[in-house]
């Protein structure tokens, strides 16, 4: 089945770091790739939808300077939440999905912890 | 209120017994997807329902698609305490856009 590797799994920084999460599509190729955020026994709240080599449309009220989201192919896409501060410490997840009409195929997370 | 509502919020049943839960939307969908999600894990795809397509099978999994009510139901069959977890669907529309509902956390006791 087709298969997202998502990393690191677990973060756990200062705040004003900078940090980059991979989500990887391993056996197909990703023409969207979604980033979400969940806070605890919440649902997935879409941040952004990425597309291959064109810039990440962001959902209203994430910040694009904030949350910076790089799609340079079709197996790869990176967030980098910059400057991270206490209030960004959430679970994020991305997905991939090879079409429209296709399900998303999820990452397995990544804990951010910024204190 | 928001598309891809589910209730109920939280459904507890013993091993060995059905559970049911539900999705409601309120605009045009491309598809619905079902998806389970254990704690502090990413979400699995268990079942994708096509607009024209009114129920599909997945082992002890039926989903059911009702358009003209615009809700979905999700049933487990002889449910085992590995189903334990929470269950979201996720609407798609024809402009790729996908809403996720709250999702239904289900306990299955033994």
């Known amino acids: 089945g087709a298969v997202v590797s998502q990393h690191p799994s677990w973060v756990i920084c200062k705040s004003g770091t900078s940090v980059k999460i991979e989500c990887r599509s391993l056996d197909f190729q990703a023409t969207t790739m979604f980033w979400y955020r969940q806070f605890p026994k919440q649902s997935l709240m879409l941040m952004a939808t990425?597309?291959?080599?064109?810039?990440?449309?962001?959902e209203q009220g994430v910040e694009k300077d904030k949350f910076l989201i790089n799609h340079a192919s079709l197996t790869l896409s990176t967030l980098t939440v910059t400057s991270a501060h206490p209030e960004d410490s959430s679970f994020y997840i991305c997905?991939?999905?090879?079409?429209?009409?296709?399900?998303?195929?999820f990452g397995d997370g990544t804990r951010l912890s910024i204190l | 209120s928001q598309q891809g509502e589910e209730d109920p919020q939280a459904l507890s049943i013993q091993e060995g017994e059905n559970a049911t839960m539900n999705c409601s939307y309120k605009t045009s969908i491309n598809n619905l997807q079902w998806y389970r999600q254990n704690s502090g894990r990413g979400l699995v795809h268990l079942i994708l329902i096509r607009s024209n397509e009114r129920e599909k099978h997945s082992g002890r999994l039926r989903v059911t698609l009702d358009t003209s009510k615009k809700s979905s139901s999700l049933l487990i069959t002889a449910s085992r305490a590995a189903d334990t977890a929470s269950y979201f669907c996720?609407?798609?529309?024809?402009?790729?856009?996908?809403?996720f509902g709250p999702g239904t956390r289900l306990s299955v006791l033994p």
């Open positions: 990425s597309n291959e080599g064109s810039k990440a449309t962001y």
């Open positions: 996720a609407t798609e529309d024809y402009g790729q856009n996908f809403v």
């Open positions: 997905s991939a999905m090879a079409d429209s009409n296709q399900p998303q195929h």
